[in-house]
């Protein structure tokens, strides 16, 4: 299956800091990347869509200016978490969707998750 | 209302039992459905999809009511290793498949 990998897999920062996140789709090219958050014991939540070269489009609720995304290549999108606080602490995945037309296009190929601890 | 609702759970069942599990979605514009696993803190995983006419994987069913908008997945034969959260899935297609997930439900199979 598609492999979309994560980095870093783990971080625990100071309150104020910022945190990026890497989202990267390693054997295939991804029109589409999505970045979810998941508390404890709840459902995922999609928190943005980023198509490359494009503006991220934001689900209701969640600050555009506090969660950059940045969705530079068909194979990489960054999520940065700015002046993080420890409300922010959860777990953030992305998953990487397929080129249109491409054999992956319907599916979502989920990264391993980044664990975020703001302290 | 949550888009999509599950049972949470827990569903303690020992080692060859049969176990169900529903799930219920509120936006009848969905246009299609997955159940996902996820194991303690760790990512996702696609179960399989979810097709009117049922379908089944090995010891997997999968069953979608859209007049219901009701779905359900039959574990047969439960394993050890069958432990885990089920996560059903709804998908909104609108350019991108946009994925909204139930809470889950959490499956804990014992010997």
């Known amino acids: 299956g598609a492999v979309v990998s994560q980095h870093p897999s783990w971080v625990i920062c100071k309150s104020g800091t910022s945190v990026k996140i890497e989202c990267r789709s390693l054997?295939?090219?991804?029109?589409?990347m999505f970045w979810y958050r998941q508390f404890p014991k709840q459902s995922l939540m999609l928190m943005a869509t980023?198509?490359?070269?494009?503006?991220?489009?934001?689900e209701q609720g969640v600050e555009k200016d506090k969660f950059l995304i940045n969705h530079a290549s068909l194979t990489l999108s960054t999520l940065t978490v700015t002046s993080a606080h420890p409300e922010d602490s959860s777990f953030y995945i992305c998953?990487?969707?397929?080129?249109?037309?491409?054999?992956?296009?319907?599916?979502?190929?989920f990264g391993p998750g980044t664990r975020l601890l703001v302290l | 209302r949550k888009e999509v609702e599950q049972d949470p759970g827990p569903f303690n069942v020992p080692e060859g039992a049969t176990v169900a599990f529903n799930c219920t979605y509120s936006?009848?514009?969905?246009?299609?459905f997955f159940w996902y696993r996820q194991d303690c803190r760790k990512e996702p995983k696609l179960l399989m999809s979810?097709?009117?006419s049922g379908n089944e994987d090995g010891r997997f069913t999968a069953q979608l009511n859209r007049a219901s908008q009701y779905i359900s997945l039959l574990i047969r034969d439960s394993k050890l290793s069958d432990s885990a959260t089920y996560l059903c899935?709804?998908?909104?297609?609108?350019?991108?498949?946009?994925?909204?997930f139930g809470a889950g439900t959490r499956l804990a199979v014992h010997p």
């Open positions: 998953s990487a969707q397929g080129l249109a037309g491409g054999p992956r296009q319907e599916t979502q190929y």
């Open positions: 054997d295939f090219q991804a029109t589409t």
């Open positions: 980023s198509n490359e070269g494009s503006k991220a489009t934001y």
């Open positions: 936006n009848s514009a969905s246009q299609s």
């Open positions: 979810v097709y009117s």
């Open positions: 899935v709804g998908s909104f297609s609108g350019g991108y498949n946009k994925l909204i």
